[in-house]
Structures are given as structure tokens and as C-alpha cells.
């Protein structure tokens, strides 16, 4: 069995190399056991991930920092510890200050 992952220190390191990305974000699969899938991801204040399709359920934690997830049905913004799930419609996500969330996704 793999050791236990510290997403403390992931989001630390992950937001380390986002500010010094020219594309201001890092991301990595940290499980993939199929159909589940968990990503930590991390965005500079002010950047954004497109808007794109939603998976057949997802939701979002946010680490550190606070984002805006985007979508047509209307925006939230979220703040460290809040979780909220990712509607059924394309969407996107903004960091309102750095920023680490943790998406969950289930896929086909």
C-alpha cells in the first residue's frame, strides 16, 4: 500500500512552482483509481482554467487561497476549507488570490 499523501505539503509545493510558471498554475494526479480521479491543482492569483465540460460528478476543495468556479447556471466563490460540487455544465475557474483546490472526479 502507498504511504499517505500530505496535501498540506502538495499544496505548499505545487504553489511554489506556480509562481514561477510562466502560465501561473501546476497540477498533479494524485489518484487514479478508475473511475475516481484526484488532482491537486494550483493557480496564481488572477489566472484562470478555461471553461470546459464537467465529468459525470465532481466536486471541489479548496486547500489554500480562494477561486471563483464559473458556469452558466451562476458563479461561487470558495475559500480555503469550503467544498462545493462542480455543476453538470461546462465551467471554469478563477483564482481570486493563490489558490490549491483538490478536484474529485468521477469519470466514464
Same mark, same amino acid.
Do not use: K
Given at each position: 500500500?502507498?504511504?499517505?499523501?500530505? +496535501?498540506? /505539503? +502538495? /499544496?505548499?509545493?505545487? &504553489?511554489?512552482?506556480? #509562481?514561477?510558471? *510562466?502560465? %501561473?498554475?501546476? /497540477?498533479? +494526479?494524485? &489518484? #487514479?483509481?478508475? *473511475?475516481?480521479?484526484?488532482?491537486?491543482?494550483?493557480?496564481?492569483? %488572477?489566472?484562470?482554467?478555461?471553461?470546459?465540460?464537467?465529468?459525470?460528478?465532481?466536486?471541489?476543495?479548496?486547500?489554500? %487561497?480562494?477561486?471563483?468556479?464559473?458556469?452558466?447556471? %451562476?458563479?461561487?466563490?470558495?475559500? @480555503?476549507?469550503?467544498?462545493? *460540487?462542480?455543476?453538470?455544465?461546462?465551467?471554469?475557474? &478563477? @483564482? +481570486?488570490?493563490?489558490?490549491?483546490?483538490?478536484?474529485?472526479?468521477?469519470?466514464?
Amino acid at each position: 500500500m502507498d504511504a499517505p499523501n500530505d +496535501l498540506n /505539503a +502538495l /499544496a505548499d509545493e505545487h &504553489l511554489a512552482v506556480a #509562481r514561477t510558471s *510562466p502560465h %501561473g498554475r501546476s /497540477a498533479h +494526479l494524485l &489518484l #487514479r483509481e478508475e *473511475p475516481l480521479r484526484q488532482t491537486v491543482i494550483a493557480l496564481v492569483s %488572477g489566472r484562470s482554467l478555461d471553461e470546459h465540460n464537467a465529468p459525470p460528478a465532481a466536486s471541489l476543495q479548496v486547500l489554500h %487561497g480562494a477561486v471563483r468556479l464559473t458556469a452558466a447556471s %451562476g458563479d461561487v466563490e470558495l475559500a @480555503a476549507g469550503q467544498l462545493h *460540487p462542480i455543476p453538470q455544465e461546462r465551467h471554469g475557474m &478563477l @483564482a +481570486l488570490e493563490d489558490a490549491v483546490v483538490l478536484l474529485t472526479a468521477v469519470n466514464d
